[in-house]
């Protein structure tokens, strides 16, 4: 029964996810719900109108993203309070470089940064597509532009086995400046698809930062043929589209599921929050935020931890004593009693003392804030590989737990 009423939800976060590839497209793709749902947007450098009972969200490099429902009491009682959930838009990949461009035996490559701390194994033997931000110059301006190709462009081919020995096999230790530079196409199909016009690129300068294919698709890809590429920001995908697995579709296969699983559950109950819960939030201001960089701010995000929890049995609440993690019986007890209202299953976790732990936003938020905080989430496989899988239940109680949260006093 819980997984046909988690079913809707399962579908909507795949059509979400498939809509994204980079932080800004995360950030698109939620503008896209919160819009539909009857945000309005405020500019960060304008004066805001902010009145009872209004429906707002803020963005900032069009990389982070904050949204805000107002109780509609909120400043009459003095007894409200507020509630935030805070999630991240980035996932670790492969990003192009300022200079993308590399010719290596006879093979036209890009070159990238490893962005994040990853699972690079399993990026090996997949088609990658590309998505980010553009800078461009039309005329006398600085246009941005965002791109979406979900087209495999790129390919990081493993060695056939007999090129291999034994040992080599079973390491497979990568060489991350060596062996993630992935191939984009042939030097030679490049000149036969060109022309006299590909004679006349071999002999341009060494100046040329994106492989020359690369770069009259993305112009093309923009709508603007012509224009001068100044900068980009684009981050390497797979492009096997997200799916629903297993043979009950329990399980959700995806990239990106650290952590836009979060991110889609924060925001969704934020808006189901403002339709159906307006009586219960009257006198606070209920908050979701997703930050970008948080995969690169903190150390050892991928954690170990991960691997003992079970998939399909409930929300993560995490533990540190060294307080990697924000929780403490304070705050746990707060989600404890909304859990168990509300008949929403939870697990507990701790590291163990011989594994290093990951850390979250939570920890500097509770710092710099000075307020409650407690770190949850979903189980997840195969956490920041290049395609992660979680429990569609898991997903379903994460968005109804933050849906029915509320600011609570002792």
């Given at each position: 029964?819980?997984?046909e009423l988690a079913?809707?939800?399962?579908e909507?976060?795949?059509?979400f996810?498939?809509k994204?590839g980079s932080?800004?497209?995360?950030v698109k ?9 009857g945000?309005s947007?405020?500019?960060?450098r ?6 009872q009972g209004?429906?707002?969200?803020v963005t ?8 805000f429902v ?14 935030i959930t ?6 670790p ?11 290596k035996?006879?093979?036209?490559m890009?070159g990238v940064e ?18 980010g ?5 039309v ?10 190709i979900s087209?495999?462009?790129f390919y990081?081919p493993?060695l056939?086995i007999h090129?291999?020995?034994a040992?080599?096999i079973?390491a497979f230790t990568i060489?991350k400046?060596?062996h993630l530079?992935?191939?984009l196409?042939?030097a030679i ?5 060109q022309?006299?016009?590909?004679k006349?690129?071999d002999?341009k ?7 020359p294919?690369?770069e009259?698709l993305v112009t093309?890809a923009?709508g ?6 100044l900068d980009?920001?684009f981050?390497?995908m797979?492009s ?5 697995s297993g043979?009950h579709?329990?399980?959700?296969e995806s990239p990106?599921l650290?952590?836009l699983a979060s991110?889609f559950a924060?925001?969704e109950?934020l808006?189901?929050?403002s339709?159906r819960h307006c009586?219960?939030i009257?006198?606070d201001i209920?908050?979701a ?13 991928h954690?170990?931890a991960?691997?003992?929890c079970?998939?399909?049995q ?8 060294n307080?990697s993690y ?7 007890s707060?989600v404890r009693?909304?859990?168990e209202?509300?008949g929403?299953?939870l697990?507990d976790f701790?590291v163990?003392?011989?594994s290093?732990?990951g850390?979250?936003v939570?920890?500097?938020?509770s710092a710099?804030l000075g307020?409650?905080?407690?770190d949850i989430?979903i189980?997840?496989w195969?956490?920041h590989?290049?395609?992660e899988?979680c429990?569609v239940t ?10 029915v949260?509320r600011p609570?006093?002792?």
């Amino acid at each position: 029964m819980a997984l046909e009423l988690a079913r809707p939800v399962a579908e909507r976060f795949i059509h979400f996810v498939n809509k994204t590839g980079s932080p800004y497209h995360s950030v698109k793709a939620v503008k896209d719900i919160l819009i539909t749902a009857g945000f309005s947007e405020l500019d960060e450098r304008g004066s805001w109108k902010v009145t009872q009972g209004g429906k707002y969200f803020v963005t900032r490099n069009d990389s982070c993203i904050a949204a805000f429902v107002v109780g509609a009491a909120f400043g009459y009682s003095g007894t409200g309070g507020f509630c935030i959930t805070a999630t991240h838009t980035d996932s670790p990949c492969l990003r192009l470089r300022p200079r993308a461009f590399a010719e290596k035996e006879g093979y036209h490559m890009g070159g990238v940064e490893c962005y994040g701390g990853g699972l690079w194994h399993t990026w090996f033997d997949r088609g990658l597509g590309m998505a980010g931000k553009v800078a461009l110059r039309v005329g006398n301006k600085v246009e941005e532009r965002l791109l979406h190709i979900s087209k495999p462009l790129f390919y990081l081919p493993n060695l056939a086995i007999h090129l291999k020995t034994a040992e080599e096999i079973g390491a497979f230790t990568i060489n991350k400046e060596q062996h993630l530079q992935p191939v984009l196409c042939s030097a030679i199909a490049e000149q036969l698809s060109q022309g006299n016009e590909g004679k006349e690129q071999d002999n341009k300068d060494e100046a040329q930062r994106l492989p020359p294919a690369l770069e009259r698709l993305v112009t093309e890809a923009i709508g603007v043929p012509k224009a001068k590429l100044l900068d980009w920001d684009f981050c390497l995908m797979d492009s096997t589209p997200s799916r629903l697995s297993g043979i009950h579709s329990e399980f959700i296969e995806s990239p990106r599921l650290d952590n836009l699983a979060s991110t889609f559950a924060a925001f969704e109950a934020l808006i189901e929050t403002s339709r159906r819960h307006c009586e219960s939030i009257k006198d606070d201001i209920i908050m979701a935020v997703a930050f970008d960089h948080e995969e690169v701010g903190l150390i050892y995000l991928h954690a170990a931890a991960w691997l003992i929890c079970w998939l399909l049995q409930g929300v993560v609440i995490k533990e540190n004593a060294n307080q990697s993690y924000a929780s403490n019986a304070c705050s746990m007890s707060f989600v404890r009693v909304i859990a168990e209202d509300a008949g929403i299953p939870l697990q507990d976790f701790v590291v163990r003392n011989d594994s290093r732990c990951g850390g979250t936003v939570g920890a500097m938020l509770s710092a710099r804030l000075g307020v409650r905080t407690v770190d949850i989430g979903i189980p997840q496989w195969a956490m920041h590989s290049c395609r992660e899988i979680c429990g569609v239940t898991d997903l379903m109680h994460l968005q109804k737990l933050i849906e029915v949260s509320r600011p609570l006093v002792t």
